[in-house]
């Protein structure tokens, strides 16, 4: 079983930054892409960004140039950088993996538990 972490939500004023992880463990062997969601209340669950095994990325048009994702190997960490928060950026976040726990095993979607990440004045 593969679990997943999220971290680093909060609180903060319009045009302020927050940095979100994403931690995985547990029984990994491998991760192919990692995604970042994001679900408002009554909002439909929206897709923010993504990066796969080669580190190529993708954004969200409501996101693009504000937002970035990147990744650390060595800590199993994928790391989505906020910028320039917006109130419609509030939203529970949620990571995304999909892998597998071993080389036999099927590819599946692996969910964390959300951060909440609130912007206000």
């Known amino acids: 079983q593969v679990q997943l972490v999220e971290s680093g939500g909060g609180s903060v004023q319009p045009g302020g930054s927050l940095r979100l992880s994403c931690t995985a463990s547990?029984?990994?062997?491998?991760?192919?892409?990692v995604a970042w969601y994001r679900q408002a209340p009554g909002k439909q669950r929206e897709l923010v960004a993504t990066?796969?095994?080669?580190?190529?990325?993708s954004y969200g048009d409501s996101v693009k140039g504000r937002f970035n994702i990147s990744r650390d190997n060595v800590q199993n960490t994928v790391y989505l950088q906020m910028n320039s928060l917006k109130p419609e950026d509030t939203a529970v976040y949620y990571c995304?993996?999909?892998?597998?726990?071993?080389?036999?095993?099927?590819?599946?979607?692996?969910w964390g538990q959300g951060t909440q990440v609130t912007v206000s004045s």
């Open positions: 995304n993996a999909f892998g597998k726990t071993a080389a036999w095993a099927e590819y599946r979607h692996y």
């Open positions: 547990g029984r990994i062997f491998m991760i192919n892409a």
């Open positions: 990066i796969s095994s080669s580190g190529s990325t």
